[in-house]
């Protein structure tokens, strides 16, 4: 891996409508905006307005937000996990539901389908959690970006054994669709990125 590659600052979109998770996530880029700068949207219509005014490496998203300032919260990550794929900019979705809720789990299907697993809570069925997992977010968008930098990250569109549907997938150097993801709940799945990242 190019060493000066990796050492760049990662700047990325960040997507939170809700004030106390808004405040979390932002209190972790800034303390670590010795390597993370963000910009922040809070609803689907901003977001697409700021990663279309730029070149960003990478999204931290919620998993349900409004499409536009005043609407009420619908499950927008999907339409993020689109625009990532197709612009081919690596992210992570994370909420504060469990991925097989009901809320939740049509946003985990495209997740998976992309080639990235939703970060999510522990089983609390359709309610949710008082926080988010945004360090194990972080931690994972680095992995992929850190990846795509260094060229071990193409997309492809691969069709389903099982269904037959075709989707754009994230290829890892092994010719494989990538399944990186965490470990369920296991506390230090990121020990690794975690210490690069000092998170």
């Known amino acids: 891996m190019n060493e000066n590659i990796m050492d760049q600052k990662y700047g990325i979109v960040v997507i939170e409508d809700q004030q106390k998770h808004l405040e979390e996530v932002k209190g972790l880029i800034e303390a670590r905006s010795d390597i993370v700068s963000a910009v922040y949207a809070a ?22 937000f409004p499409e536009r300032e005043g609407a009420p919260e619908s499950p927008c990550g999907k339409q993020i996990i689109d625009y990532a794929m197709t612009n081919r900019l690596p992210f992570t979705i994370v909420t504060s539901t469990y991925h097989h ?34 360090s194990d977010g972080l931690a994972t968008l680095v992995f992929l970006i850190d990846a795509q930098r260094a060229g071990q990250l193409t997309y492809e569109v691969k069709k389903s054994r099982l269904t037959g549907q075709e989707s754009l997938q994230m290829i890892g150097p092994d010719g494989q669709q990538v399944k990186f993801s965490l470990e369920p709940y296991k506390e230090h799945a990121l020990d690794e990125i975690r210490t690069r990242l000092r998170l």
């Open 101 to 134: 809720g009901s809320k939740t789990e049509p946003i985990s299907r495209a997740s998976r389908s992309a080639g990235i697993e939703l970060i999510d809570e522990e089983d609390v069925g359709d309610s949710e959690s008082s926080s988010k997992r945004w």
């Open 43 to 64: 609803n689907l219509a901003a977001a697409i307005d700021t990663l279309n005014s730029r070149k960003y490496d990478g999204i931290l998203s919620d998993a349900h």
